[in-house]
């Protein structure tokens, strides 16, 4: 039998909420597995700063790095809340994590499914994923601000971009294309940011000759944002940098069902390191403990963590319950923890 330890950070807002479900879901999945998992919960985000004063401590760090796979909640206090600037949770915990990690490889899957009401009239056939750089980019922290508060002031965020980074992160994003419809885009903005542009370009046109059943495409990111809504059955994996996977995905979750329905994982496909699956959404502050967050972004994480651990059928198994609970939701509001229940139990009868 394998035996699992999984590190569990439910974090603010509605992340305790919704990773509960994914807990719930998870043993459910597992229960007739030959796998146990040994869950650890870490309390980190920024109720913990405030606190405690810390966000993401070197022990901590050394003892999520001992675990096989991390499940993330969400961190961050509400944007108008004083009592912690903006930015210190994202920046020193979550950020810290994924680079610490080296989680490369930001996976955003994005699929209409079977019942799901989409903004769009006629969204068509909608299965994609965007392979988000997760470790480079704008998100570096590279940058400053000079005689801050006055009319003198000046800011940048100079993104970083290194042939190393971009290649892998193309690599990977190749070799998802290659195991599903074959169609690679490219999201850049190679017009007006020329340096990091034609690295990403040529990296594709490198990495692209190893797999010459992919076929190419690329969009500056504004026109892909058209497409998106205009056209989104047309991408199958998109490869983007850390900044425009954000911005998209969350466009993304928008027409296929809703940021309640979108999972990720931050993975280190070199396994040097675990990985970590997590909602795409945030800790919605808005609906905070009342019960109202839609777990299905968590629960289908979980999904994602599995197959990571080889657990493939188990991973299957909640992908499945899911798209079940999705075609027979009414419009009757359910709580929470009624859509975990309902997911658990179609798990359990499966
Ligand atoms: P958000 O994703 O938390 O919320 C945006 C909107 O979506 C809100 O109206 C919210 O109620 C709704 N929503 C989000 N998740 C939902 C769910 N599961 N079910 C139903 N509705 C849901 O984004 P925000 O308001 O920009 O950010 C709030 C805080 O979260 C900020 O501090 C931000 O930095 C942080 N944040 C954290 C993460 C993360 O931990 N990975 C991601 C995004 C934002
Ligand atoms: C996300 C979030 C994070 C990001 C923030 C909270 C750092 O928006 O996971 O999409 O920008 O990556
Ligand atoms: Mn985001």
Known sequence: SQAFSLAVIPGDGIGPEVVAEGVKVLKAATANEDATFELTEYKLGAEHWLATGETLPEDTLDKLRGHDAILFGAVGAAPGDTRIPSGIIEREMLLKLRFSLDHFVNLRPSKLFPGVPSPLANPGEVDFVVVREGTEGPYVGNGGALRVGTRHEIATEVSVNTAHGVERVVRDAFRRASARRKKLTLVHKHNVLVHAGHLWRRQVEAVGREFPEVA????????ATIFMVTDPARFDVIVTDN????????????????????????????????????????????????????????????????????LDAAAARVQDAVEKDIAGRGTEPRTTSDIGDAIASLLAVG
């Open 216 to 223: 190419v495409d690329y969009l500056h990111v504004d026109a």
């Open 243 to 310: 900044l425009f996977g954000d911005i998209i995905t969350d466009l993304a979750a928008a027409i296929t069902g809703g940021i309640g329905l979108a999972a990720s994982g931050n993975i280190n496909m070199d396994r040097t390191a675990p990985s970590m699956f997590e909602p795409v959404h945030g800790s919605a502050p808005d609906i905070a403990g009342q019960q109202k967050a839609d777990p299905t972004a968590a629960i289908l994480s979980v999904a994602l963590l599995l197959e990571h651990l080889g």
